[in-house]
């Protein structure tokens, strides 16, 4: 039997502060020229939206991001983890609200996204990118 082990997929841990989501842009940045991407407009937006809410939201005390190319399709990975309970929903928030369109946007941009709680506690939320 022949058992192949993934690469290790490098992750950036940060605090959940105003400063955050501007250490993830640079971070998917960087990991979107690893992986040979060369337009990372549509990651630097999610990664933006996600760890946003991650901090705004969540209560957490760390937030884990993690960008990786999923071999299969070769769509790139954006996931986001923290330690909230509350899941993300994408709302329409009227004509008149100052915020609450991130999710609605970000969904527009990806492939597809979801949410998976952890088993301890906490979740990933995840978006698949077109490379």
């Not at 999710?103 to 709680?117: F, I, K, T």
Request: proline residues 5%; charged residues 25%; contains cysteine.
């Amino acid at each position: 039997m022949v058992v192949g082990l993934a690469a290790e997929v490098p992750v950036l841990l940060l605090e959940p502060d105003e400063r955050a989501p501007g250490c993830a842009r640079r971070f998917v940045a960087g990991r979107f020229r690893e992986l040979g991407v060369a337009d990372d407009y549509v990651g630097r937006l999610v990664v933006t939206e996600l760890v946003t809410n991650s901090y705004k939201h969540s209560g957490t005390s760390f937030i884990v991001v993690r960008v990786f190319r999923d071999e299969r399709d070769g769509l790139v990975v954006l996931e986001v983890w923290d330690q909230g309970d509350e899941m993300p929903v994408v709302q329409d928030p009227g004509p008149g609200a100052v915020g609450g369109r991130g999710l609605l946007l970000m969904s527009a941009l990806v492939v597809e996204w979801g949410v998976r709680p952890l088993n301890e506690v906490g979740k990933i939320v995840w978006a698949r990118c077109r490379a």
